[in-house]
Structure formats: structure tokens, C-alpha cells
């Protein structure tokens, strides 16, 4: 159940999309990777599915090398983007598929696709063809297809990319408690940090292939190794050549050291916290939070100049 | 690979296999030259009435309705089934010595250009219907609403956008009529200088044996087909060029 | 607006007039003669044995040509699609040249290939092998000119399809051959079917590059298109017109095959 990818390197013509990458996922766990687009992240993750191979380097699968092995000896279940339906069968044939390949007796294949119809909730919805399930539905049934046949691995490219935003919330939690009673090791592609930080185990962060920082959402929230990682996981400013997050900067009413003096441009109530905007004196804009009582507390206003600084063990530089 | 490139290696080898200076009599006797010119002048001629009909077709087809368009739709595409021979005939019979409106054009040139439209039919009212499809009755609509009438809106608005396929079109219209044979072998006559067309001279080669003949012609055949389709490839690109970033 | 209607009637007149003149009417006019002395020399022109036999030929050979035109065009469709290697333009350059070659200068190549003083001639003779004027050579001509339809109905919708649902597929344990009949081709079906009735109907309806190699004997390589014009040229008008009754009623349930089967393979 584990993966193990050790020095993967791919590029497709001149173009680097795996620069000696190397992970390690434990089985059972719940893996994100993160990054913007052409980070390389689908790629590493097809890479470990089979459906691309590396130039150099390898995968090991539960201490077996499976490199070089084929997709669908790999026992690796894949969920794509758009969810890549078999168009001309039912959503039970479509479940049903994986076990049907692997020549199991009908009784089985048909117990077997009733459960998971129910475990992702489309009981009933056996005998629709693809095209009359909406897009939520859709992916469902892509993960009970992905499921059937016990992969050791669960793979999702994307999985809610197509979903518009309430369904991606919802289909987020679902995703979490399946992995809870499933207890497959599933490794997902994303570019949402909201969603690696609320649903993984462990995130790794990937930028113009390569690998920038792996660790569990808060470590990598809190201590950040690169200005990438800092910037992509949370907001930060700059502040005085030093990386900030809008929570931990100071505002004070009196010039300090190591303080950026600053207008305040807007105040924005966002129920609990406040959104400053600030102009620095050097130019730069900044961003800060407050809570609400700590903003009444210092009575603020538009138009004010104050010292802002960062809360000294909260920088990153 | 191998059906296909290899009995065109064969032709090219064996039109020039006796020597250039067979190769260039047989490709200039006055009969292949006759020939040549009564397929080209008539290719082209079909080519040029299929531009228009077959875009008047197309236009009533995609922005007029009636009844029994669904029928006439599908009548269109009769010629791409009909064998090519049946078609001859069935010119033969409303054009021909018993025909019921007196109208009798065996052996006559006119015959040769009713039979080549019959047979291209198809070609020019396909590729523009799909265009004027696409093309939304709401461009013709801006256009008049700023003033434009429909003569106007047609050279200005329409005609730009259906060009290519008109030009397409014809090039395959003119390709098919250039290469016809079943449908003409019968109701021309095949007389030499007069009905005999390129396809029925090379055909007649053969039979007398006289193979190095219908090679060197048939290698004319392809050149003019060739460079007629490069010309239209050519018209279609400079036609075109605003859609390309 | 008064003067739109009389031009969009005058239009629709001019349409319809252009298709009646050159299609509809000489089509008509083929259904009256043949029927017009009753069913009777319509049905003894057929019973000829020697029609007989050149319908049972057309069948043979369309038998032969449209499932390996067949599985040539998804083979090929297949390579174009989703495969990359040198001279693929190549390859898609030839699979259209049939369609724009003339059949005489079709069967002039095949004979030129397989004729006595040919490239494959000497070798076939001194074998005992008769490919000219005999049933081979026929069968590769048809071949040659019905090539093409199936591989270009197929690129298109492969090209839409992607490639996707196949790499599921892999995912899920299938092989090569098991995602090939499982999910291609039932994706593709569509678009297969109409590339076989489009070259059904060529092959049905073939005749130049058949009349130049099959050296046209009655009772043995004659075809039933090529027994149209036999019987013309001998003046039995009853005999060629029923003839082409038969297979332009062919051609109609061809057409009216593909009008049904237009929207689906539109969608697929």
C-alpha cells in the first residue's frame, strides 16, 4: 500500500515536467499534491498509475518495483478530470467493469457493485447511462469504478476541477469519510490549496517540477522552507524584504524599529476578522488581519498612519 | 500502403518505360490532346455551375422551409450512392433518343456536362451547407439592422464565409468530373474529337492494347487534376487568411 | 418584407428546379420505362441467368472488399489518431488519393501491376496465378476505390473521443485487445457503420476500374454495373434499365440508411 518514488525525472520534448522528484507515501494515508499548473504534478501522478513512463528513476509499489510494469498490472485505480465515463455503458456496467476484466463469477461482480453504488450514494442509479448523471454524480460513480476491482492505491487527478464550487465542498467531505471507511492510500492532484489543506495528510508542494516542501498542512503553514511554499499555502506579504502573513502583522500607532510606515487605505469587516489595506512608504501594498476586537481596541481609521511589523517569530526571510 | 503506392508506381514507370519521346507523342497525339481539352473545358464549366446552384441549394436548404425539405435533404446525397453507370442511363432516359420531352442530346457535348453535374451533385452544397449553418442568422440580422441590403449582406457578410467551401467544393467537383467514366461511357458516344472524353480515350488505349498511350495520358490526367487542385488549395488559403491568427 | 418572399420563393424555385432537371427527373423517368409495360419483362430481364450470375459477382466482391476495407480504415484511423511516426501524413495522403482518382486510371495502374508484361505479371504466371480479367483483380480494384470511407469517418470521432476512457480502461486491468473490442470500438460503432454503408455502396456501384480489369466476359467477370452497359449496347433497353432499378433501389436504402444514421454518428 505504500509508494515509494525515488528520482523520477520526465520531460516531453524540451520541456522539463519531473525534475528528480522523490516522495514517500505511507500506506493508508491520504497524500495532496499541490501546485499551480505545470508543476508536474499529473504528470508524477500518471507516472505512478503507469500511464506515462519515467525517464529515469523508479516507483516501488507495496517493496515491489513497478517501474516499467503496465497500468494494468499495477493494481492502481485512476480517477480523471473529467471522469472519462464509458459513454455507451450503464453506471453499474461501467462499476462493473474492472471486475468483469478480471473474469470474476457474476454473483460477485453484481454484490459487489451494489455496495459501492451504495458507499458513493447512487443506489438507484444503476440502469442511467453517463450522460444523464449530472457532474457530481458523475464522479462518483468514476471513484466506485476505481474502487471495485481494491486497488492498493487510489489516484485522483483533479477530481473536482470540472465541479462548480458548492458541489466541490460537498464532494470534499464525501471524499474524506470515504477515505475513512475505504482506508486506501490515495494520492490526489490539486491547484486548490483550501482543499489539500482541509482533506490531506500530508501535502507536497510542486513548482516547475520539482519538489518544494513536503509535510502535513499545518507544518507546512507554519514553517515554510521556501518563498514558493510560504506564498502558495497561505497569503503573505512582503514586508521589509520579509515574507508575512496577514495574521502576524503588528499595527502600531507610533513609529517602532523595524517597523514600514503605512496609510491605511480600507478597512473591510469580514464578520470576525478585519481586512486592512495598507500603503507603504515604500510603495508596497499590504494586506493585514485583525480580529475585530483588536482593530476596535486600537481605534483605527481610514486615512491613519501606522507602523505595521511583523510578529518577530512569524516571518519567514 | 501497399494497394495504393504500388499500382501508381506501377503507371508512372510504365508511361515513361518506352522512352520520352513515346511518352511525348502518345501525350500529344491530336486525339489525347482533343480529349484533354473537352474533359478540361467541361470539368471546369460543371465546376463554375455547382459554385452557383449548388450554393442556391444549400442556401434553401439550410434558411428556407417547406415541405418535404427533410426528402430533398436527403435526395442530395443520391448521387454519392447511385453506380455511376445508372446514372449515364438515367440521363439517357429524359435526355435521350426516346426521350418524353423531345429532348435528345446523345453525342452531343451538352451530354457530357449533364452527366458530369449529375454526378457532382453533391459536392458544393455539402461543404457550404455546414457554413451557412454555422452561420448564425444573427450576423445577417446585425447586417441589416445597419443598413445593409440583402445584396449587400450577402457579398459583404455571407459570400466571405462560405467562400472556402464554395472553393472546396469545386475542387472536388472538379476532380470527380475530370475523372469520370461510367456515367459518360454510355450516353456520349465516345466520338474521337467530338464527345470523347480524357477517362473514355484512355480506356480505349487499353483495349487496342496500346497501354503506353493510357499511361502517358493518364499521367496528364493527374497532372491537370493535380495542379487544378493545387490552384484551388491556393485561392482557399489566401481566402482564408483573416482566420488565422 | 414583399420583395424577401419572392426572392426567397424565387430561390427555392431555382433550387428545386436545378434538382429536378438534372437528379429527380431522369430518375423518374428510369422507374416509368421500366415498369411501363408491366412487371413482366422487367422480371425475365433479370432471370437471365448470365444477370444472375453478374449479381451474385457484385456481391462476392463487395463480400470481400467491405470487411477488409473495414478493418484496413479502423486499423488505420487507429494508427492516425493515436499513434505518432514518420510518413503518418503520408499515410493519410494516400488513404484519400482513391477518391480523387479517376477508376479508369485506377485499373490502368492495377493492370499495369498484374498484366502479363507488368510488374507482378511473370511472377504470377509462371505461378499459374490469374489475377487479371479474373476475380482477384476485381476485388483489389473495388478494393482500391472504396478504401478510403471507413478510415475517414473514423479519424474524426476517434480524434473527439480522445483517448481517455481507454486509459481508464488500462487503469481498471484491461489489455490492448480486451479495451479494444470493450471500449473503442463500441465508441467508434457509429461512425463505422456509416463508413460501411458508404463503402457498400461504392462497391456495389464500381464500375470503371472493374471494366478496365476484368477484361468484361459475359458469365464470368461481368458485374452487374457492367452488365448494364452490356445490355444497352445491345439494345435491350428492358434488360439495362431493370437492372439499374435494382440497384438504384439499392442506392436509396443506402440513402435512407444514412439520413437515419447522420444524427447519431453526428453525436456519437
Redesign the interface.
Known amino acids: 500500500m505504500s509508494i515509494l518514488i525515488r528520482n523520477i525525472s520526465k520531460r516531453f520534448g524540451d520541456f522539463v515536467a519531473l525534475d528528480d522528484v522523490s516522495l514517500e507515501v505511507d500506506g493508508g494515508s491520504l497524500t495532496a499534491l499541490l501546485g499551480p499548473s505545470g508543476s508536474g504534478k499529473s504528470t508524477l501522478l500518471r507516472i505512478i498509475?503507469?500511464?506515462e513512463i519515467p525517464d529515469s528513476g523508479e516507483i516501488v509499489l507495496s517493496g515491489r518495483d513497478a517501474t516499467a510494469l503496465?497500468?494494468?498490472k499495477?493494481?492502481?485505480?485512476?480517477v480523471?478530470q473529467?471522469y472519462?465515463?464509458?459513454?455507451?455503458m450503464t453506471v453499474r456496467e461501467n462499476v462493473a467493469?474492472?471486475l468483469k476484466?478480471?473474469k470474476r463469477p457474476k454473483a460477485e461482480i453484481a454484490q459487489r457493485v451494489e455496495e459501492l453504488l451504495n458507499l458513493v450514494q447512487l443506489q438507484g442509479f444503476g440502469h442511467r447511462y453517463p450522460a444523464q448523471l449530472s457532474g457530481g454524480q458523475r464522479q462518483r460513480m468514476?471513484l466506485a469504478?476505481?474502487l471495485?476491482?481494491e486497488p492498493q492505491v487510489l489516484l485522483l487527478d483533479e477530481p473536482f476541477g470540472a465541479l462548480d464550487a458548492r458541489v466541490r465542498a460537498e464532494l470534499r467531505e464525501w471524499l474524506m469519510h470515504l477515505h475513512d471507511v475505504v482506508n486506501v492510500t490515495t494520492v490526489f492532484v490539486t491547484h486548490d490549496r483550501e482543499e489539500a489543506m482541509e482533506v490531506s495528510d500530508q501535502i507536497a508542494v510542486m513548482n516547475r517540477g520539482a519538489l518544494e516542501q513536503v509535510g502535513a498542512p499545518r507544518a507546512l503553514y507554519d514553517e515554510p522552507a521556501t518563498d514558493f511554499v510560504m506564498r502558495f499555502v497561505g497569503d503573505a506579504n512582503e514586508v521589509a524584504g520579509v515574507l508575512v502573513r496577514p495574521h502576524d502583522l503588528d499595527l502600531l500607532p507610533e513609529p517602532a524599529d523595524d517597523a514600514l510606515e503605512a496609510m491605511i487605505v480600507k478597512a473591510t469587516f469580514l464578520g470576525r476578522d478585519v481586512k486592512v489595506d495598507l500603503h507603504g512608504s515604500d510603495g508596497s501594498e499590504v494586506i493585514a488581519v485583525l480580529t475585530r476586537d483588536r482593530y476596535e481596541a486600537l481605534g483605527l481609521w481610514r486615512g491613519q498612519t501606522v507602523w505595521i511589523r511583523p510578529e518577530r517569530d512569524r516571518a519567514f526571510a | 500502403?501497399v494497394?495504393?503506392?504500388?499500382?501508381?508506381a506501377?503507371?508512372m514507370?510504365?508511361a515513361t518505360s518506352d522512352g520520352t519521346q513515346s511518352f511525348w507523342d502518345a501525350a500529344t497525339s491530336p486525339e489525347a490532346i482533343a480529349a484533354l481539352k473537352l474533359t478540361l473545358a467541361t470539368a471546369v464549366l460543371v465546376a463554375l455551375l455547382n459554385a452557383v446552384?449548388g450554393t442556391?441549394?444549400a442556401?434553401?436548404?439550410v434558411?428556407?422551409n417547406?415541405h418535404g425539405k427533410?426528402v430533398?435533404?436527403?435526395?442530395?446525397?443520391?448521387?454519392?450512392?447511385?453506380?455511376?453507370?445508372?446514372a449515364g442511363?438515367?440521363?439517357?432516359?429524359?435526355?435521350g433518343p426516346?426521350s418524353?420531352v423531345g429532348i435528345d442530346v446523345t453525342y452531343t457535348r451538352t451530354a457530357i456536362v449533364?452527366a458530369m453535374?449529375?454526378v457532382t451533385?453533391p459536392f458544393v452544397v455539402r461543404t457550404v451547407q455546414p457554413v451557412l449553418e454555422e452561420l448564425e442568422v444573427e450576423v445577417e440580422e446585425a447586417a441589416r439592422s445597419l443598413g445593409a441590403g440583402?445584396l449587400t449582406t450577402f457579398r459583404r457578410v455571407i459570400f466571405p464565409n462560405i467562400f472556402p467551401g464554395i472553393l472546396s467544393g469545386m475542387a472536388l467537383a472538379f476532380?470527380k468530373a475530370?475523372?469520370?467514366?461510367?456515367a459518360l461511357?454510355?450516353i456520349t458516344g465516345n466520338l474521337p474529337f467530338k464527345t470523347e472524353v480524357?477517362?473514355?480515350y484512355?480506356?480505349s488505349r487499353?483495349e487496342s492494347g496500346d497501354?503506353t498511350a493510357?499511361?502517358a495520358v493518364?499521367v496528364e490526367?493527374?497532372l491537370i487534376?493535380f495542379a487544378a487542385?493545387l490552384s484551388i488549395g491556393a485561392i482557399r488559403h489566401l481566402a482564408t487568411r483573416h482566420e488565422r491568427a | 418584407m414583399h420583395s424577401?418572399r419572392l426572392?426567397?420563393l424565387g430561390?427555392?424555385f431555382?433550387?428545386?428546379a436545378?434538382?429536378a432537371v438534372?437528379?429527380?427527373?431522369?430518375?423518374a423517368?428510369?422507374f416509368w420505362?421500366t415498369f411501363e409495360h408491366g412487371l413482366a419483362p422487367a422480371w425475365n430481364a433479370l432471370s437471365q441467368p448470365d444477370t444472375i450470375h453478374a449479381f451474385k459477382l457484385t456481391l462476392i466482391i463487395t463480400a470481400i472488399a467491405v470487411p477488409v476495407n473495414t478493418v484496413f480504415g479502423i486499423v488505420c484511423a487507429l494508427a492516425i489518431v493515436r499513434r505518432s511516426f514518420p510518413g503518418k501524413g503520408l499515410?493519410n495522403a494516400?488513404?484519400d488519393?482513391?477518391?480523387?482518382?479517376?477508376?479508369?486510371?485506377?485499373?490502368?495502374?492495377?493492370?499495369?501491376?498484374y498484366?502479363r508484361q507488368?510488374?507482378f505479371g511473370g511472377w504470377l504466371d509462371d505461378h499459374g496465378i490469374q489475377v487479371l480479367f479474373a476475380l482477384p483483380a476485381m476485388v483489389?480494384a473495388t478494393?482500391?476505390v472504396s478504401?478510403p470511407f471507413v478510415a475517414r469517418e473514423v479519424v474524426p470521432t476517434l480524434r473527439e473521443i480522445g483517448d481517455?476512457?481507454e486509459?481508464?480502461?488500462?487503469?481498471?486491468?484491461?489489455?490492448g485487445w480486451?479495451t479494444f473490442w470493450?471500449?473503442t470500438l463500441?465508441?467508434i460503432?457509429w461512425a463505422v457503420i456509416y463508413g460501411v454503408i458508404?463503402t457498400t455502396?461504392r462497391c456495389?456501384?464500381?464500375?470503371?476500374a472493374v471494366?478496365?480489369v476484368s477484361g468484361r466476359l459475359q458469365g464470368q467477370t461481368e458485374t452487374?454495373?457492367?452488365r448494364?452497359?452490356e445490355r444497352?449496347?445491345s439494345y435491350d433497353f428492358a434488360g439495362?434499365?431493370a437492372i439499374?432499378i435494382v440497384?438504384?433501389t439499392l442506392?436509396?436504402l443506402?440513402?435512407?440508411a444514412?439520413?437515419v444514421l447522420r444524427p447519431k454518428e453526428g453525436t456519437s
Open positions: 498509475a503507469g500511464l503496465a497500468p494494468q499495477r493494481n492502481v485505480g485512476f480523471f473529467h472519462a465515463p464509458f459513454k455507451h467493469f474492472g476484466v478480471r468514476a469504478r476505481a471495485a476491482p | 500502403m494497394i495504393v503506392g504500388l499500382p501508381l506501377a503507371l514507370w510504365k446552384l442556391v441549394t442556401w434553401v436548404l434558411r428556407d417547406f427533410a430533398v435533404n436527403a435526395i442530395i446525397d443520391l448521387p454519392f450512392a447511385l453506380p455511376t453507370i445508372v442511363l438515367t440521363i439517357l432516359a429524359l435526355y426516346r418524353p449533364l453535374m449529375f451533385l440583402p476532380a475530370v475523372g469520370e467514366f461510367g461511357v454510355i480524357a477517362s473514355v484512355i480506356f487499353i497501354s493510357a499511361a493518364a490526367l493527374l487534376s487542385l | 424577401a426572392d426567397r430561390l427555392r431555382l433550387a428545386l436545378y434538382l438534372i437528379l429527380v427527373g431522369p430518375l423517368i428510369v420505362r499515410l494516400f488513404i488519393l482513391p477518391l480523387a482518382l479517376s477508376p479508369v486510371v485506377v485499373g490502368l495502374s492495377l493492370f499495369l501491376l498484366g507488368g510488374w483489389i478494393i482500391f478504401l481517455e476512457q486509459q481508464a480502461a488500462y487503469t481498471l486491468g484491461a489489455g480486451q470493450r471500449i463500441p465508441s460503432r458508404l455502396a456495389l456501384g464500381e464500375y470503371g471494366a478496365v452487374a454495373t457492367l448494364v452497359q444497352y449496347e439495362a434499365y439499374s440497384l438504384a442506392a436509396i443506402v440513402l435512407v444514412l439520413t
